[in-house]
């Protein structure tokens, strides 16, 4: 089946660090990869996606690139502020399939 | 107005009692989904409908329902609440293909006591 694997958090960084969040998954065939983020109290926003192989997302200075040969869509941002303190979700969407399936989420907090 | 509205915002309940949680979006979509969060296990899907006609069965949808009224409302029920239900529900919305991510609502938090 499909699943999705998540770096477990939580993890904290300072201002201006850089920031990576590992995501990797199983599925059959090519799907669709994503990227959200749930700000406290709030829902799920869609932060990025990548369609196809090699399509690199990008948004808010955050960007994730779509690795078939390691089944990964790793999650980076070059200098992290703290608006960007929130619960961060990988899926994916597989061709024929139409449900999300999500990873368990990594916390991330940013201290001045 | 959001595009995926739920209501209530937060809600409290005692064991034993039926409840309904209602969505309603304005995005036109066909497909709409409820999902369960709890900590440490990400987001887990309860029902999910395709259509007014098509509703189908997720991963943990026992002790849940859902009514499908129109092709905008999509609400959850629990028929007779357990404190083990207690838990921030999502309803979403997409348009069809997987290349097309999910619209979300803000969430109801429950707890049933």
């Known amino acids: 089946g499909n699943s999705v694997t998540q770096m477990e958090g939580p993890v904290t960084l300072s201002e201006e660090a850089f920031l990576t969040i590992n995501c990797t998954y199983t599925?059959?065939?090519?799907?669709?990869l994503f990227w959200y983020v749930q700000y406290p109290g709030e829902g799920l926003q869609l932060l990025l996606k990548a369609t196809k192989a090699d399509d690199k997302g990008s948004n808010k200075g955050f960007e994730a690139t779509y690795r078939k040969e390691t089944t990964s869509f790793h999650l980076e941002k070059g200098s992290v502020q703290v608006s960007d303190s929130a619960v961060y979700f990988c899926?994916?969407?597989?061709?024929?399939?139409?449900?999300?399936?999500f990873g368990t989420g990594t916390r991330l907090t940013i201290i001045p | 107005d959001a595009d995926v509205t739920q209501t209530p915002r937060n809600r409290i309940t005692k064991t034993g009692k039926r409840i309904m949680l209602e969505c309603s979006q304005t995005k036109g979509h066909d497909r709409m989904y409820w999902y369960r969060q709890d900590p440490g296990l990400g987001l887990r899907l309860i029902y999910y409908?395709?259509?007014?006609?098509?509703?189908n069965k997720g991963e943990i949808s026992d002790g849940y329902s859902v009514s499908r009224q129109a092709q905008a409302k999509f609400s959850l029920s629990l028929e007779s609440a357990i404190p083990n239900q207690t838990a921030l529900y999502f309803c979403?919305?997409?348009?069809?293909?997987?290349?097309?991510?999910?619209?979300f609502g803000s969430g109801t938090r429950l707890t049933v006591v």
């Open positions: 899926a994916l969407r597989r061709f024929g399939n139409e449900k999300l399936t």
């Open positions: 599925a059959t065939g090519y799907p669709s």
């Open positions: 979403a919305t997409s348009d069809r293909g997987e290349d097309y991510g999910y619209t």
């Open positions: 409908s395709f259509d007014v006609k098509d509703i």
